[in-house]
């Protein structure tokens, strides 16, 4: 099989604050919200990849957890397809530090009405837990989901999906944000 690498679509301008809320919310910038074309998905095994980059503050010894989750339907009723889980924040007060996040996502068996996506990925900044004191030399990582790979929810690949990528923090408070920059989405062949 030969295929093709293909940038999908990028975010061109600051996505949407997420901050002082306990509500799932996109990041993703209206214009960056790429609709997937209905039966786009052929073959077991194509792959999407996500590369996003942003900033986070975290508040100090409390701050909670945060979780990421890609949507193929939109944020108020589509299928979580990848889910971070509770990704633990720094204990140590952050403000506007640079946050980097990885996902992979792989069809999982036939496309159809009943389509799924195995999933990994990765979230790298200084609100990760563990993370050295600022100036200290960088950023921790959260590897997900902890255990194996993981399969998410069913979709439908037969109609179109709008994509979107979501945070939601467990904690609310005004220290709490992030907020995406720049954001591409791929598909791998």
Do not use: C
Not at 85 to 95: E, F, H, S, V
Not at 134 to 146: D, L, V
Request: hydrophobic share 45%.
């Amino acid at each position: 099989m030969q295929s093709w690498q293909s940038v999908l679509i990028t975010q061109q301008v600051d996505g949407p604050t997420v901050a002082n809320s306990t509500v799932e919310a996109t990041l993703v910038a209206a214009q960056a919200r790429y609709n997937l074309p209905a039966n786009a998905f052929t073959y077991a095994g194509q792959a999407l990849r996500f590369r996003a980059m942003g900033r986070v503050s975290n508040i100090v010894t409390t701050p909670g957890t945060l979780t990421f989750r890609i949507r193929f339907g939109g944020v108020a009723a589509g299928a979580i397809v990848a889910n971070s889980g509770a990704l633990a924040l720094n204990t140590a007060a952050k403000t506007n530090v640079t946050w980097i996040l990885d996902w992979d996502l792989n069809l999982r068996g036939a496309p159809g009405t009943a389509a799924s996506m195995m999933f990994s990925g990765q979230w790298q900044s200084e609100s990760v837990i563990g993370s050295p004191a600022a100036g200290a030399g960088g950023a921790s990582s959260h590897i997900f989901p902890a255990s194996a790979p993981a399969v998410g929810a069913t979709f439908d690949s037969t109609v179109s999906q709008v994509i979107d990528l979501s945070a939601q923090w467990s904690v609310a408070n005004a220290g709490n944000s992030i907020q995406m920059h720049t954001y591409k989405l791929e598909s791998l062949n």
